[in-house]
């Protein structure tokens, strides 16, 4: 069984994902984590990421894997690293680009097949791209100033950052996330979405193992 988790930043796709897999004995993976170790091996090589054919060639030639949460970049935990604005900003740039979300697509899947076919996976084309058959699909959204003003409190290690410039940093990820042409972010027709604006972290998660539980109680899954 995939769980996918989508949704825009700020919405607690991270948090969520992470309680919803403790609580059914599952593995979690942060796809975009993914990207931005891809990210991290383009600025060490040097690579303009609007070079798509350079892009390329540095994403395939590094090792990226997942594992206990940590993301590794050539055998090396990179997790602190690949969280800084710089990264964040080139991970849009990357991701963008079809070739390269060819070659990290296939390593979520063949991380997800490596378990088993049983994970839960957060992302913003898990639920459309990646897993467009996964058991349960729930797209997590929030009003505009309450993903600001979450991120804001999360960044920087702890210390909390003008909400404003957050909130202009997430509308600038959205619209490129959202507009881009391959794997844009968006609701599958399928998905449940959820609005976290006005719930709590229990509530949102006792939403989705609901959606969770009713799935595994479907014939096809006995």
Known sequence: MVIAIDGPGGVGKST???RVAAARGLDYLDTGATYRAAALAVMRAGVDPSDGAAVLEAVAAASIEYWNGSIFLDGRDVSSEVRTPEITAASSAVAGIPEV???????QRQWVQSRGGMAVVEGRDIGTVVFPD???KVFLTA???IRAARRAADQ?????EDVKVVREALDERDRADSTREASPLRAADDAYTVDTSDLSLDEVVEAVLLLVDAARRRPEML
Not at 101 to 107: F, I, K, P
Not at 156 to 160: F, I
Request: hydrophobic content about 50%; glycine content about 4%; overall charge neutral.
């Open 134 to 136: 996964a058991a349960v």
């Open 156 to 160: 920087a290690a702890g210390h909390s």
């Open 16 to 18: 969520v994902t992470q």
């Open 101 to 107: 979300r060819d070659v990290v697509v296939a390593m």
């Open 143 to 145: 009003r505009p100033e």
